[in-house]
């Protein structure tokens, strides 16, 4: 690994502890003003100084970071298709040039693949070029997994999509939980960080993340189960708890609690 490649990576894994905590904020590339991101700005500043890592369009970026702000951002670059997709037929390529990427000085670049949906080959292709001029100046790329309806996310097929993006060049594989988790981290050559996805108990998202960790993922890159939480500061300094301090799912709805009432 060169030297852009190997400060980019721990830039987004902490070599403190080899984990890492990326905030999400990319759902309105295809989903518009979600709930919790409406106002995008005020709602990510002041849970900034508690993530590794952000992950943004370049459109949030721009508009609503600080250019001042001393975080790592895992760029989104790609796009294509909208929930209102009356089949909701995910459809992705390349949405933001090399050029760009490296004007805003990412750490690295995130791009969805489709696997066994009807547009995997364009996803596969589309990600490969991205891993190309990637690997050429340095910037690893993020492969997500595993987005859309209906794929029966287990353990097979979530190892068979982060394999197939750690195979074609993926330097981080963002994928879905689930039982038997370690399979899919076992055969995958590359870290595994979990998405979060929708909305659920708090207790739930913390034993998820929870057990990812204990199952050999290097962090998560979460989402709305931070921003739509009741209190999403309170909540991403519990889930980096876990993350960096292995504090247990019971002990981080402690913290949670307890940094709840202080905000009181
Ligand atoms: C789906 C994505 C997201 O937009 C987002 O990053 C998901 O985060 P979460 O599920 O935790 O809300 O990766 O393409």
């Known amino acids: 690994m060169d030297w852009g490649m190997k400060n980019r990576m721990s830039r987004i894994i902490r070599p403190e ?8 904020v990319d759902h309105g590339y295809f989903m518009g003003p979600t709930s919790g991101l409406e106002d995008l700005e005020n709602t990510l500043l002041p849970l900034l100084p508690y993530a590794d890592v952000l992950m943004p369009t370049r459109g949030g970026l721009r508009n609503c970071v600080p250019a001042e702000t001393d975080i790592p ?9 909208s929930i209102l997709n009356e089949t909701h037929l995910l459809h ?5 040039s090399v050029e760009d990427a490296i004007r805003l000085n990412v750490a690295g670049v995130a791009f969805s693949i489709l696997v066994g949906q009807p547009y995997e ?7 490969s070029q991205v891993v190309d001029w990637g690997e050429r100046y340095g910037i690893p790329v993020l492969a997500v997994t595993a987005v859309g309806k209906g794929l029966g996310k287990d353990a097979r097929y979530l190892s068979l999509a982060s394999r197939m993006a750690a195979e074609l060049g993926a330097r981080i594989v963002k994928t879905y939980y689930c039982e038997d988790f370690e399979k899919v981290v076992n055969s995958c050559p590359v870290p595994i960080v979990i998405a979060g996805g929708k909305k659920m108990p708090e207790m739930d998202a913390m034993q998820m993340a929870y ?27 519990s889930v980096r708890a876990i993350v960096h301090q292995n504090y247990t799912p019971q002990e981080a709805m402690e913290l949670l609690e307890s940094l709840k009432n202080k905000s009181e």
């Open 17 to 24: 502890t080899g984990k890492t905590l990326m905030l999400a």
């Open 73 to 81: 951002i895992m760029l989104r670059v790609s796009s294509g298709t």
């Open 92 to 96: 992705e390529g390349q949405s933001v």
């Open 121 to 127: 080959r364009d996803t596969i292709l589309g990600m």
């Open 211 to 237: 057990d990812a960790l204990q199952a050999g993922a290097i962090g998560v890159d979460m989402g709305r189960n931070i921003f739509q939480a009741e209190n999403p500061a309170a909540m991403i300094q």
